[in-house]
């Protein structure tokens, strides 16, 4: 029942413009939430512009659903789905609702913030993982912590009581360095990885 108080901050938040809110409209946080968030893995937005596809729409194709299909070597979208939300793996994002364009998106991570940080009190994750650039951002804003100057590898950021890492966003590893796609999986599924 934690997702009563995430989805109202969502839909009834007005600071930005937006297309739409993907996790209220698709229900995210009553479908596909764990019963216990071990893991929160943090990307950048749904994806932008007039389209439907978003990583917990099954009813379309999504990029970074395939992105892990491949890095946990399922084939199933709800496989995968279920996979994670077994895992105690819940995928959200530091920009929940879907920007105009690309170019919106560092101003509603500054907007969002304060939501993702009520998501992170009420989920109460073991491990963060921000995928990419734009959660990087929004994680060491929340936890005041210092940026690495590139995110072209793994980093642990901190370590007790919340472990955090950092690393490229999936789409980015998928295109250009699939190698470091297992260690994504290694990380969503709460084992060590080696940094």
């Known amino acids: 029942m934690r997702y009563i108080r995430l989805e109202p901050a969502i839909s009834s938040c007005t600071k930005c413009t937006c ?9 995210a946080y009553s479908i ?5 968030v071990e893991v929160l893995a943090i990307g950048e937005s749904p994806p932008p ?24 070597k399922i084939d199933s979208d709800e496989q995968l789905l279920q996979e994670l939300r077994d895992l105690g793996v819940f995928i959200t994002a530091a920009v929940k609702c879907r920007p105009l364009s690309k170019k919106h998106i560092p101003a509603m991570r500054a907007n969002c913030v304060k939501i993702l940080q009520q998501e992170v009190e009420v989920l109460k994750p073991s491990r963060i993982v921000a995928m ?18 590139t995110v072209v590898g793994i980093y642990k950021l901190a370590d007790s009581p919340l472990e955090i890492y950092v690393l490229p966003h999936p789409l980015y590893l998928f295109r250009f360095r699939r190698e470091l796609l297992h260690q994504l999986k290694l990380l969503l599924s709460k084992e060590e990885v080696r940094v």
């Not at 297309?19 to 229900?27: E, N």
């Not at 512009?49 to 946990?72: I, M, P, T, V």
């Not at 734009?134 to 936890?143: D, G, K, N």
Request: proline content about 5%; glycine content about 8%; aromatic content about 16%.
């Open 19 to 27: 297309i739409d809110k993907p996790y209220v409209k698709h229900q």
């Open 32 to 36: 596909w939430l764990p019963r216990k």
């Open 49 to 72: 512009g007039h389209k439907e596809s978003f990583f917990y729409n099954l009813g379309c194709f999504d990029r970074l659903r395939q992105a892990l299909k491949y890095a946990f």
């Open 132 to 149: 990419g650039s734009t959660a990087l951002t929004s994680t060491a804003e929340l936890y005041g912590l210092k940026m690495p100057d």
